[in-house]
């Protein structure tokens, strides 16, 4: 069964920085491609990037909002996706969700870790 | 202000088909057989529903359905049921992005 398990999250205020983390087991992960999509409270869902398996490059997109402030990466050995999140603004508050995905879309989501950026 | 336009709110009595839709451009929707939609009730993980336009993964029920015509996607819950009042979202391929409808509140009534 596959499982998705994020944790790091929490308070932190704004230009501060934050590291979540996704442990995956129940598929092989180095070859997965990874994204995280967060919430905001009442709000909709929200792309915030990728990262390819090393295979496919094991390179990074991101949506506009974060790039340059967010930095997604892998460790294959550990079956783990992070989330570096850096200059946090008071917008950046969500609940953050690990995915997996396969063209084109998200088949399995963690549970979500929520992030507040507030003073 | 979301990618993809679907409409606020839907709603039908159990047993009556409803169908939601989701409107994008030539640079997503219309340009990619890549359109998903996804299913969250209050408090939970989104679940994938319908992936790649109109496949059903294993497990959803037929009463789900997906199809496209232009930049136009749909999700039809046919026979509806008081457990399928829920957010929705649909989400396109867009080259190097992926775009998100702004949801859409399903009322069983």
């Known amino acids: 069964e596959v499982q998705l398990v994020e944790s790091g999250g929490g308070l932190v205020k704004p230009g501060g920085s934050l590291r979540l983390s996704c442990a995956a087991s129940?598929?092989?992960?180095?070859?997965?491609?990874m994204n995280w999509v967060r919430q905001a409270p009442g709000k909709g869902l929200e792309w915030v990037g990728r990262?390819?398996?090393?295979?496919?490059?094991?390179?990074?997109d991101y949506a506009a909002p974060v790039k340059g402030r967010f930095t997604i990466s892998r460790d294959d050995s550990k079956n783990t996706l992070y989330l570096q999140m850096n200059s946090l603004k008071t917008e950046d508050t969500a609940v953050y969700y690990c995915t997996t995905y396969d063209r084109g879309y998200f088949d399995c989501w963690g549970q979500g870790a929520q992030v507040t950026v507030s003073s | 202000q979301s990618a993809l336009t679907q409409p606020p709110s839907a709603s039908g009595s159990p047993g009556q088909s409803v169908t939601i839709s989701c409107t994008g451009t030539s640079s997503d929707v219309g340009g990619y057989n890549y359109v998903s939609w996804y299913q969250q009730h209050p408090g939970k993980a989104p679940k994938l529903m319908i992936h790649?336009?109109?496949k059903r993964p294993s497990g959803v029920p037929d009463r789900f359905s997906g199809s496209k015509s232009g930049n136009t996607a749909s999700l039809t819950v046919s026979g509806l049921q008081a457990e399928d009042e829920a957010d929705y979202y649909c989400s396109s391929y867009a080259g190097n992005n992926i775009v998100f409808g702004g949801g859409t509140k399903l009322t069983v009534l």
């Open positions: 990262i390819r398996p090393k295979t496919d490059g094991g390179t990074t």
């Open positions: 790649e336009v109109s």
């Open positions: 129940g598929f092989t992960f180095s070859n997965a491609w």
